[in-house]
């Protein structure tokens, strides 16, 4: 007899651990991670294989079935199928969906250790980013948004929390091509006084990133049935897009670590920046001399 099938016979004894009603409804808040720690030392010896297993390639669980992991931890799939009972889970599949949408909205799903092939998979997975940003590009009509947004009496620029920065830069490039282009929220400000003006003649790129503010959904709604242009940038995770809204762009977040990725977009910023510098290439250039001689007058910029 085998440790793996020992240890699977004399756990059957430890099947009265399994949780009671009210400790799984305790459970059900906590994630994996907080459950695989809290009872680590109380686990047989194989169930914590697959829990110090698990703990050190979280970033791969949604990848894995319960055959994949038995196989993985030199371990039975009865012990597998009893650790996630034990866990308070009704099976491996309702552990693995828990992980999925976790990430899914954004949150950080952390891995004790990366894996040794963790530096190829990012760059795999950056490259499907980019190729599918690209390809929501061509999706719009850029040719047409590009002239809008460059002919627009005012552009205002929205994003909250993670996608702040992403406001920020598109921001930044398009200062150097024209005037009239601000961020918002200001640090401590509202927006209500900052849209209510907002006329026909105006233009709106909002970010709208998972992990998204209470309140967006709001925002998006009195957006679609604003005069105004709007151009909508968000992840696959925002499914209820306001008939008003016009223009959507969608852009991967997908990462294989723990924190989402921004490069895809930040792209996207690039060539939509680029696009409205073509839209008036004489009129781009005049503005970029002009602020490259201001940096020049004012010694704000050195030589790097």
């Given at each position: 007899m085998t440790q793996a099938t020992r240890d699977d016979s004399s756990a059957s004894a430890t099947d009265s651990e399994m949780p009671s009603r009210a400790a799984a409804a305790s459970l059900a808040g906590q994630s994996l991670h907080q459950r695989l720690t809290h009872?680590?030392?109380?686990?047989?010896?194989?169930?914590?294989?697959?829990?110090?297993?698990?703990?050190?390639?979280?970033?791969?669980?949604?990848?894995?079935?319960?055959?994949?992991?038995?196989?993985?931890?030199?371990?039975s799939k009865a012990t597998v199928s009893r650790l996630f009972r034990r866990l308070g889970y009704q099976d491996f599949r309702e552990a693995r969906d828990q992980a999925r949408s976790l990430r899914h909205a954004g949150v950080p799903v952390v891995s004790s250790t990366p894996t040794p092939d963790h530096h190829q998979r990012h760059y795999e997975q950056e490259c499907r980013n980019l190729r599918q940003a690209l390809a929501a590009l061509d999706m719009l009509d850029m040719e047409a948004l590009g002239r809008t947004l460059a002919n627009a009496e005012r552009l205002q620029i929205i994003g909250f929390r993670n996608a702040y920065p992403l406001a920020l830069h598109l921001r930044q490039q398009l200062l150097q091509l024209r005037g009239q282009v601000a961020v918002l929220p200001q640090p401590g400000q509202s927006l209500g006084e900052e849209v209510a003006r907002l006329s026909a003649n105006d233009a709106v790129v909002i970010f709208a990133m998972r992990r998204r503010p209470q309140g967006l959904a709001r925002l998006l709604g009195w957006l679609g049935q604003a005069p105004c242009t709007v151009l909508l940038v968000c992840d696959d995770s925002l499914s209820e897009i306001p008939a008003g809204i016009e223009h959507v762009l969608r852009c991967p977040l997908d990462s294989v670590s723990a924190f989402d990725s921004y490069a895809a977009a930040m792209s996207q910023i690039n060539l939509l920046a680029?696009?409205?510098?073509?839209?008036?290439?004489?009129?781009?250039?005049?503005?970029?001399?002009?602020?490259?001689?201001?940096?020049e007058s004012l010694e704000e910029l050195g030589d790097g």
């Open positions: 009872h680590l030392e109380r686990l047989t010896p194989n169930e914590q294989r697959i829990a110090r297993f698990l703990l050190a390639h979280q970033d791969e669980l949604a990848l894995y079935n319960a055959a994949e992991l038995s196989r993985l931890t030199h371990v680029t696009r409205l510098l073509h839209d008036d290439l004489v009129a781009g250039r005049s503005q970029i001399r002009r602020v490259t001689d201001t940096f």
